[in-house]
């Protein structure tokens, strides 16, 4: 009796388990929408008359007290568990990553930050201190009125709106006001702003951030796209982010473009927006340089594109230029005809020879590094913010090349884990596993076909504008192109 007690144990304990994992298995096959229906039916159907096998073998050897069968059962459910386990594994860990290139939460920083070395928050007083009149604006006027509020700013100090960031910013370089509240990214956007000398420190008073919902905050970001089945427009947006893995809800757009790509005939057309393309603002109405549109966030900038080109855009996505160096180091560099020889500084900005990435004109394969260098590099170039534009293109180009090259599951699971990390983007998780059938029906043609890509440009010429505290060198268009 105390045998069969035991095989009652034993087998009691098989069933849940294998119940439990082979449940698992069967709930991850079928998150897997779109890829492979027949087969992922097929697989499910026998995961679970696997499953019944096992349970009615295992009951009839401890119903008769077989210790035979129910060892061979046991061996044959254990393998059932083990098989569960691994698959669910598996799926649930590629799903997970890439359910995270869309983040579910953003979060929002603003500073209160000055020209001069001002006191503590709660000590300031007799200060001008400007912020955003536009009360939609979570990092320009949201953010400031609850530090304000915390902080009784308004008690001791002058509180003054401005329009616009730029407007904003020119106030505090010329010294109409004391302090201002900005987006946390404000070295890279006081970038641009000439007026503002190269070794100006910047003094940060105080730092805020909350976390929203996307779908609070980005209400009509939301594609209509439910399958990658019929041509889709991406804008791909590069986000100058000080921090590997960061991307914030307002950012600094260095790189904007347009990618439409119709999966039937895989042919993909380029569209690059030089980032001082000078156009109307669709959050606020100001008139200035585009990637200013990012500081309000990805709302304004797609809408701003939107509104400037005329073409609606299904999806976006913004990478973090941090990690752009770790995809592609992680499908093995990239191939690209550099089109020039350069220098240019390393990802981290750091001054000195030492640290400058130097490359020469030719046909070579890339790192990281040298990959971000060239879509970073614009100084040296005759025509500026134009030819940069040209040169993203080709890294861009070049990655999507050596991504369908890839074989190894480690090299593609590499890959989804770098995403992830530093990728935000609208498109649901369900349309991200559409990409599987377009990289199928890439494997399944011939081994030389390709992506069919058209690199398109926006055309014009330079001007300088005077944007509140100076002149400030801007992109003028040819509405032709």
């Known amino acids: 009796m105390g045998k069969l007690k035991l095989y009652k144990t034993l087998s009691g304990i098989f069933m849940v388990l294998a119940i439990l994992f082979t449940g698992l298995a069967v709930y991850a096959i079928y998150l897997l929408t779109g890829i492979e229906t027949f087969y992922r039916f097929i697989i499910a159907i026998l995961l679970l008359l696997g499953l019944v096998t096992c349970i009615y073998s295992l009951l009839d050897s401890v119903k008769y007290y077989k210790s035979k069968k129910f060892i061979i059962s046991s061996i044959f459910t254990g393998i059932l568990i083990i098989i569960g386990l691994v698959v669910s594994f598996i799926i649930f860990s590629v ?33 001008k201190i400007g912020y955003i009149d536009d009360k939609e604006d979570i990092v320009g ?18 509180i003054v709106e401005y329009s616009d960031t730029v407007t904003l910013m020119s106030a505090l370089v010329n010294k109409e ?25 910047i003094y940060e008073i105080a730092a805020y951030e909350k976390k929203y919902k996307k779908e609070d905050v980005e209400p009509d970001n939301e594609s209509d796209v439910t399958k990658l089945t019929e041509p889709f427009t991406v804008l791909l947006l590069g986000v100058d982010e000080a921090e590997d893995g960061k991307i914030n809800g307002s950012f600094n757009g260095d790189t904007i473009m347009l990618i439409t790509f119709d999966p039937d005939t895989l042919h993909a057309t380029m569209f690059s927006i030089p980032r001082d393309t000078y156009v109307t603002m669709a959050c606020g109405g100001s008139i200035t340089k585009i990637n200013h549109a990012a500081w309000g966030g990805t709302k304004c900038m797609v809408k701003t594109v939107e509104n400037f080109t005329g073409i609606d855009i299904d999806y976006y996505a913004k990478i973090n230029f941090k990690g752009v160096i770790d995809l592609v180091n992680n499908i093995g560099g990239i191939t690209v005809d550099v089109p020039m020889d350069f220098c240019e500084s390393n990802s981290d900005r750091l001054i000195g020879p030492e640290y400058e990435i130097c490359l020469k004109k030719g046909v070579q394969k890339l790192n990281g590094e040298q990959a971000l260098a060239l879509a970073r590099h614009r100084k040296t170039l005759p025509l500026g913010d134009f030819q940069r534009g040209q040169n993203q293109q080709l890294v861009v180009e070049g990655m999507i090349n050596q991504i369908k090259t890839l074989r190894s599951a480690t090299d593609f699971y590499n890959v989804l884990n770098t995403v992830s990390k530093n990728i935000d983007t609208n498109m649901s998780t369900d349309e991200i596993l559409s990409f599987y059938n377009i990289g199928k029906s890439i494997l399944m043609k011939d081994e030389d076909v390709s992506i069919n890509i058209t690199k398109t440009f926006l055309t014009g010429y330079d001007l300088y504008v005077y944007e509140g505290s100076g002149y400030s060198y801007t992109f003028q268009y040819y509405k032709q192109s």
């Open 95 to 127: 799903y997970l990553k890439i359910s995270n290139f869309n983040q579910d939460d953003l979060v929002y920083r603003t500073a209160l930050i000055s020209l001069e070395k001002q006191a503590s928050i709660n000590k300031l007083e007799k200060l």
């Open 141 to 158: 006027n949201i953010l400031p009125n609850e530090v304000i509020k915390k902080y009784n700013l308004d008690k001791n100090n002058e």
């Open 177 to 201: 006001v004391d302090a201002i509240f900005i987006s946390s990214n404000y070295h890279s956007m006081f970038k641009n702003i000439e007026a503002l000398k190269e070794d100006q420190e």
